[in-house]
Structures are given as C-alpha cells and as structure tokens.
C-alpha cells in the first residue's frame, strides 16, 4: 500500500496547480526530496506539467519502462530511485494532468485530499499539510524530524 501525497505550485498571480504522487508521500521521503530538490518553481512546474506520479524522485529524467523498479538485479533497478516515474508519460495513462485552481481558497475548498499534502507557495517556502491538519512549514517539520 502506498503513501499518497500530492504536490502543487501556487504562481504568482495566485492560480494553484496539484497533482497526486501514489508512493512514499510522507515527510522524510517527498517531503525531504520536495525541500531538497524542488525548490526551483520552474523545476517543479516542468514536474507538475507531467501529471499524476507513480513515484517522486530527484530528477524527473526520461520516459522509461513504468515496471522498471521492479526488475530486481538489473541495470535500471539501480537507478530508478534518482528519476521520477509518471503515469502518463511512463505508462501512457490518460486523465492524469494537473488539477488547476484559481486561488488558494478554491484549492482548499476542493483540491485532492491525501495522507500528505505539499505546497509551495508563492512567498517561495513549502508548507505541507499532513492527515488534514493545518499547512506548515515543511523545513520546520524536517528539522523536527532530524531530532
């Protein structure tokens, strides 16, 4: 069973964009690659432009098999935690794009709700929103984590 999360961008005109993410969607996995790696908005618009994840990793890289993770001994099961696997562009499902929303209180209102949810907003911190609790700051829960 995975650990959903979702993801979204919040632009500066105030629009939010999201989309869902099926594996490891709690703070030390994707919350810690999200802060680490994602900071750049336009490194996670190219992200969320691919739609709904499979898996989050560090590099969003290349359209490659979907299944590859699981091929245990070969070369791609040794690289496939570095890229992000989409279920679009890997495995050709449709109706996985973004889900956009006008404003904050839209996306409130009626984004998807998962285990973890992720944000970064457009004064430039991530905040992230766990088991449906108030939205904080994900560096401040990270350090929590770390002791």
Excluded at 49 to 57: F, V
Excluded at 90 to 119: L, M, P
């Amino acid at each position: 069973m995975g650990t959903n999360s979702t993801i979204a961008i919040e632009f500066p005109d105030g629009a939010i964009q999201q989309v869902y993410c099926h594996w490891d969607g709690y703070i030390d996995h994707n919350g810690k690659i999200l802060f680490e790696h994602y900071q750049d908005p336009l490194k996670l618009r190219e992200l969320i432009n691919l739609g709904d994840l499979s898996s989050l990793a560090p590099r969003i890289g290349e359209k490659h098999e979907f299944d590859c993770p699981y091929k245990y001994g070969t070369p791609e099961h040794k690289s496939w935690r570095e890229v992000c696997t989409f279920y679009g562009r890997d495995r050709g499902d449709d109706d996985v794009s973004a889900k956009k929303f006008k404003n904050f209180a839209d996306y409130k209102a009626n984004h998807r709700y998962e285990q973890f949810e992720y944000i970064l907003r457009k004064d430039g911190n991530w905040y992230v929103c766990q088991h449906g609790r108030d939205y904080e700051l994900l560096d401040e829960v990270l350090d929590e984590l770390e002791y």
